[in-house]
């Protein structure tokens, strides 16, 4: 059974940091992509980072220069690191990882900013 645990998320002050993580079990098939999303209250989940094709990495506009995305293939486990925070950040953060037989999410790991 796949399983995505992520965790950091939590109350941090404008202008600080968080390193979020997303620990994968149970995934035998190759991974093809992933990935951290967010969704804000009342919003659409949107794309935040992720490794593409090739290890690249590919960032959400708002987030360029701030957050970075990391993997520890040995560990399973998924970064991401988020600086310079902002009210607008505030989310709740979910990774995605894509394999040849499917897509699957973690539970959602809460990260509220304060102005």
């Not at 950091?8 to 620990?23: D, E, I, K, M, N």
């Not at 701030?66 to 520890?72: E, G, L, N, Y």
Request: a positive charge; one cysteine or more.
């Amino acid at each position: 059974q796949v399983q995505l645990v992520e965790s950091g998320g939590g109350l941090v002050q404008a202008g600080g940091s968080l390193r979020l993580s997303c620990v994968s079990s149970g995934i035998s098939a190759t991974i093809n992509t992933m990935a951290w999303y967010r969704q804000a209250p009342g919003k659409q989940r949107e794309l935040v980072a992720s490794f593409i094709s090739g290890g690249s990495t590919s960032y959400a506009d708002s987030v360029k220069g701030r957050f970075t995305i990391s993997r520890d293939n040995a560990k399973n486990t998924v970064y991401l690191q988020m600086n310079s925070l902002k009210s607008e950040d505030t989310a709740v953060y979910y990774c995605k990882i894509v394999t040849m037989y499917g897509y699957y999410w973690g539970q959602g790991t809460q990260v509220t900013v304060s102005s």
